[in-house]
T-cell receptor, first 114, second 116 residues
């Protein structure tokens, strides 16, 4: 089955700097890669996703890149703000005998210092 | 419209008690997933429903875990004879279509279960 590795586990940046979180996956059949933001005491909230027929996707200050050959994808947040502080999870959609459940990384705790 | 809701938000149980966790998906969503999130970890898949049919329960950790969605909308996750290792946040997610049609999963706020 699918396995997703996520790095770093913690990331601290100054307000206004960029933040990059990287994930790798194992199953070349996976074709959908969402990123979720989880604030304390809340459920994961989708912030951006990418499908395997696309190499890059942007939404204002957030961008995701996908390298299918290397089986890795990254989240880029530019001009970080204190409200970006949260735990971020990458995920891959597992088609191996399942109904498309998501396989998550272990998360990155992002702290943006004002 | 309303998002995915879950109740209760917090549940404390004594070891050996049975608990029932409820999920109200977004209206009209066909697919419903349950995930378990241990402290400091990412969510892990438990089970999947397409309408009222439970098509995948491969992630349920033991036969003490049971889920149902009898009318294809509200779902209940039941844990019998709770153990301390069951302590976690239980997340419910729903998506509009079935497998391959619509991928986006929308999560509820979760139920934090603590077993003493």
């Amino acid at each position: 089955g699918e396995n997703v590795e996520q790095h770093p586990s913690t990331l601290s940046v100054q307000e206004g700097d960029s933040a990059v979180i990287k994930c790798t996956y194992s199953d070349s059949a996976s074709n959908y890669f969402p990123w979720y933001k989880q604030e304390l005491g809340k459920g994961p909230q989708l912030i951006i996703d990418i499908r395997s027929n696309v190499g890059e996707k942007k939404d204002q200050r957030i961008a995701v890149t996908l390298n299918k050959t290397a089986k890795h994808f990254s989240l880029h947040i530019t001009e970080t703000q204190p409200e970006d502080s949260a735990v971020y999870f990458c995920a891959a959609r597992d088609y191996g005998g399942s109904q498309g459940n998501l396989i998550f990384g272990k998360g990155t705790k992002l702290s943006v210092k004002p | 419209g309303a998002g995915v809701s879950q109740s209760p938000r917090y549940k404390v149980a004594k070891r050996g008690q049975d608990v029932a966790l409820r999920c109200d998906p977004i209206s009209g969503h066909v697919s419903l997933f349950w995930y378990q999130q241990a402290l400091g970890q990412g969510p892990e898949f438990l089970t999947y429903f397409q309408n009222e049919a439970q098509l995948d329960k491969s992630g349920l950790p033991s036969d003490r875990f049971f889920a149902e969605r009898p009318e294809g909308s509200v779902s209940t996750l039941k844990i019998q004879r709770t153990q301390q290792e069951d302590s976690a946040v239980y997340l419910c997610a729903s998506s509009l279509g079935d497998r391959g049609l619509t991928d986006t999963q929308y999560f509820g706020p979760g139920t934090r279960l603590t077993v003493l």
